[in-house]
């Protein structure tokens, strides 16, 4: 298991920007694929963004591209979340999540923050 611990969620107005971190622990973080995921009352929990090991964005769902950049700082075992003109449609809890080498899913999960957008 690797702890993740998500921040920079927060309330914000649409048209905004925030960004969320996630802080990983242990040394394996390099070898991991890096995802974020959210979930709005009431929904499933949806891929977001994804970010292969060597730093490559892999992934952004389509309502988000072009809004959303996914990085990460292998050196800082940190993955970020960068959103820009935020809508109210965002509004939900996100969730950094970690898929290991030879797992088919994501395999370990933040405990999530919440991103409200408001009109």
């Known amino acids: 298991q690797v702890p993740l611990v998500e921040s920079g969620g927060g309330l914000v107005q649409a048209g905004g920007s925030l960004r969320l971190s996630c802080a990983a622990s242990?040394?394996?973080?390099?070898?991991?694929?890096m995802g974020w995921f959210r979930q709005a009352p009431g929904k499933e929990r949806d891929l977001v963004a994804a970010i292969s090991r060597s730093g490559i964005p892999s992934y952004y769902t389509d309502s988000v591209k072009g809004r959303f950049t996914i990085s990460r700082d292998n050196a800082r075992n940190t993955v970020y979340l960068q959103m820009n003109s935020l809508k109210p449609e965002d509004t939900a809890v996100y969730y950094c999540?970690?898929?290991?080498?030879?797992?088919?899913?994501?395999?370990?999960w933040g405990q999530g923050t919440q991103v409200t957008v408001s009109s």
């Open positions: 242990g040394r394996t973080f390099s070898s991991l694929v």
């Open positions: 999540a970690a898929k290991s080498i030879g797992a088919a899913q994501y395999d370990n």
